[in-house]
């Protein structure tokens, strides 16, 4: 099931879907957004699986209407890798790469590109990155090259379905994906969806807790939440400008 919130006006802009996973992410995002009918937001669901089934069907349904999306962006908050992406700090993915799509063998993990189908990474368009990091960048004040609470940075963000929850399991994904800095549950199934439609994506995650040991008490959800909105309510006017000639 997807629920959405729309903004609507009458100006002529880039359409954009934002997908989120659940309704606190949705409203995180939409609230921060001026009235403006370029910008959709949809809750669609937990996992890969979900926000593929629910991204696709969203952007059908537009295109079956005669009002197309030229962008998709997932949203939400994720766990950082410490202590590079503290938490309260933003990733904006410059490489979308699901981390346990594949099969074990005798000498470990093989990505399913490694046994002849699929893709694992999406990228970004690399412009759309770095307008979005450093509009988010203003929205705290942070200078995008540090890294500290309120940071933003660039990186590549993991797709699981299963959540990270222990040292061995984090260890091994950073050895596996150097350049990672956030694992979430959504972004390389809504970039599915999105290369499907032959549409641009982009991931924005607002780190909520460490990846790891599952420790409830150092999650911080609402911290996350408000930076996720932060960052929309100054990145919004990039995403609505945005086009596939930039």
Not at 29 to 37: D, E, I, N, Q
Not at 55 to 64: G, Q, S
Not at 184 to 191: D, L, P, Q, R, S
């Amino acid at each position: 099931m997807t629920t959405d919130t729309r903004h609507t006006d009458t100006r002529q802009n880039t359409r954009v879907l934002v997908a989120t996973a659940v309704p606190a992410e949705r409203d995180a995002v939409a609230r921060a957004l001026p009235p403006s009918g370029a910008i959709d937001v949809l809750a669609v669901g937990v996992g890969p699986a979900a926000a593929a089934a629910g991204t696709a069907t969203a952007l059908a349904r537009a295109e079956a209407t005669g009002h197309p999306y030229g962008l998709v962006v997932s949203a939400g908050i994720g766990g950082g890798f410490a202590p590079d992406a503290p938490v309260g700090s933003l990733i904006v993915a410059d490489e979308i790469t699901v981390a346990d799509l594949g099969a074990e063998t005798p000498d470990g993990f093989a990505p399913v590109t490694e046994l002849g189908f699929g893709a694992i990474t999406h990228r970004p368009p690399p412009a759309l990155v770095r307008e979005t990091a450093d509009a988010c960048a203003a929205a705290t004040g942070t200078d995008t090259d540090t890294v500290q609470t309120g940071t933003v940075q660039t990186a590549t963000v993991l797709t699981v379905s299963t959540v990270t929850g222990s040292a061995d399991r984090a260890a091994e994904l950073r050895r596996r994906h150097p350049r990672a800095l956030a694992e979430a549950m959504e972004g390389f199934g809504v970039a599915e969806a999105a290369a499907l439609h032959g549409l641009p994506v982009l991931e924005i995650r607002a780190v909520s807790n460490p990846v790891g040991p599952r420790d409830r008490a150092a999650w911080r959800i609402g911290d996350a939440l408000a930076a996720l909105s932060d960052a929309f309510g100054k990145c919004a006017p990039v995403l609505r400008s945005w086009n596939t000639h930039d």
